[in-house]
T-cell receptor, first 117, second 113 residues
Framework: AQSVTQLDSQVPVFEEAPVELRCNYSSSVSVYLFWYVQYPNQGLQLLLK??????LVESINGFEAEFNKSQTSFHLRKPSVHISDTAEYFCAVSEKAGGTSYGKLTFGQGTILTVHP | KAGVTQTPRYLIKTRGQQVTLSCSPISGHRSVSWYQQTPGQGLQFLFEYFSETQRNKGNFPGRFSGRQFSNSRSEMNVSTLELGDSALYLCASSPTGGSLEAFFGQGTRLTVV
């Protein structure tokens, strides 16, 4: 079984400041890692994912996340945030293909990022 | 290309009633997964269907059931509704199953009174 812990439930920052949203996971098998974003009254949108290869993955809107296997972490960072980044962010894991739970996403509790002007 | 469509968007039901939620996946996608989102429990996996077969199931009581039709559309049914079933129900579709290319709908907000 897998579990995901998002260490901060709320993160307030000022516009143009850097931000880091922390995510740690626990799993007895190899996993894929994801960050999703949810705007009010909307579904989830995939922000970025780590499948294999380079441990640093980037999104098209300036976010990046680094997979750290030894620390079982997948923290999300952005060097300069905008008001429009205000949303709830979810870290998630799933077993790699071939596992019995392949296809099931296990989510963290979410981090509400609020960007102030 | 149309996204994942969930209907209805909002629903109010009374305790003890049953409810059916619908999800139309992206054209060509054969896998549909359902998730429940509540403030207390967060996002929890309900089940996944692929080519009309349930492949995975989460830890929910038998009151929660689902099915998938030959056109990949899926329905989720909750019988004997309880107040605690109030939640946002999200559906995700993917081409071949698995989580690598999951696209989520906007959800159905169910309120049980």
């Amino acid at each position: 079984a897998q579990s995901v812990t998002q260490l901060d439930s709320q993160v307030p920052v000022f516009e143009e400041a850097p931000v880091e949203l922390r995510c740690n996971y626990s799993s007895s098998v190899s996993v894929y890692l994801f960050w999703y974003v949810q705007y009010p009254n909307q579904g989830l949108q995939l922000l970025l994912k780590y499948l294999s290869g380079s441990t640093l993955v980037e999104s098209i809107n300036g976010f990046e996340a680094e997979f750290n296997k030894s620390q079982t972490s997948f923290h999300l960072r952005k060097p300069s945030v905008h008001i429009s980044d205000t949303a709830e962010y979810f870290c998630a894991v799933s077993e790699k293909a071939g596992g019995t739970s392949y296809g099931k996403l296990t989510f963290g509790q979410g981090t509400i990022l609020t960007v102030h002007p | 290309k149309a996204g994942v469509t969930q209907t209805p968007r909002y629903l109010i039901k009374t305790r003890g009633q049953q409810v059916t939620l619908s999800c139309s996946p992206i054209s060509g996608h054969r896998s549909v997964s359902w998730y429940q989102q509540t403030p207390g429990q967060g996002l929890q996996f309900l089940f996944e269907y692929f080519s009309e077969t349930q492949r995975n199931k989460g830890n929910f009581p038998g009151r929660f059931s689902g099915r998938q039709f030959s056109n990949s559309r899926s329905e989720m049914n909750v019988s004997t509704l309880e107040l605690g079933d109030s939640a946002l129900y999200l559906c995700a579709s993917s081409p071949t199953g698995g989580s690598l290319e999951a696209f989520f709908g906007q959800g159905t907000r169910l309120t049980v009174v």
